[in-house]
């Protein structure tokens, strides 16, 4: 079945670096590639998405390109703000599929 | 535009007692869906309705979790009898359609004691 598998957390990082969260998949077909974030005590807001290969999704500064030959999705911020700190889902949605989730990753970023 | 509306935003009961959650969609979304998060986890569904049918509830525990969509807008998740694992996030999300865009709702944590 599908699959997403994403880096562990907590990332900590202080501000203005530079953040990778690594995320990979398994999947039938041609899925849709998905990051949602999780502020705190807020449901999940969809950040970016990737219908095809070789289409990067960006938004807010976030970006992540979709690779098929790697089976990634990796998501990069060049200059990470206190406001980011969050949790950062990957998920996948192929064919008929519902989405499927990674575990999240725990971002915080310090003054 | 409003969102998706879900209510209480937090409830605790104990173990055996029955508990309800309510979900309203985003006005003309016709797929509806009800995902548990676990502490720690990525969100797992539950149960996906394509207006008022069923679409997807083979990972319901459906000897104690039940959920119904009447008129194919609003929802309700119940849980009869909850046990402790069942302490989690209850999530609800709509979209349009079942391939396009689904907004999630801030969720139901429930702690069971």
């Known amino acids: 079945g599908d699959s997403v598998t994403q880096m562990e957390g907590p990332v900590t990082l202080s501000e203005e670096a530079f953040l990778t969260i690594n995320c990979t998949y398994t999947?039938?077909?041609?899925?849709?590639l998905f990051w949602y974030v999780q502020y705190p005590g807020e449901g999940l807001q969809l950040l970016l998405k990737a219908t095809k290969a070789d289409d990067k999704g960006s938004n807010k500064g976030f970006e992540a390109t979709y690779r098929k030959e790697t089976t990634s999705f990796h998501l990069e911020k060049g200059s990470v703000q206190v406001s980011d700190s969050a949790v950062y889902f990957c998920a996948l949605h192929s064919g008929y599929s519902t989405l499927t989730f990674g575990k999240g990753t725990m971002l915080l970023v310090s003054p | 535009e409003a969102g998706v509306a879900q209510s209480p935003r937090y409830k605790i009961i104990e173990k055996r007692q029955s508990v309800a959650f309510w979900c309203n969609p985003i006005?003309?979304?016709?797929?509806l869906y009800w995902y548990q998060q676990i502490l720690g986890q990525g969100p797992k569904l539950l149960i996906q309705?394509?207006?008022?049918?069923?679409?997807?509830d083979s990972q319901l525990p459906k000897d104690r979790f039940s959920a119904e969509r009447l008129k194919g807008v609003d929802s309700t998740l119940k849980i009869q009898p909850a046990k402790l694992e069942d302490s989690a996030v209850y999530l609800c999300a709509s979209s349009l359609e079942t391939n396009t865009e689904a907004f999630f709702g801030q969720g139901t944590r429930l702690t069971v004691v």
């Open positions: 006005s003309g979304h016709a797929t």
């Open positions: 309705f394509q207006n008022n049918g069923v679409v997807d």
């Open positions: 999947a039938t077909g041609y899925p849709s």
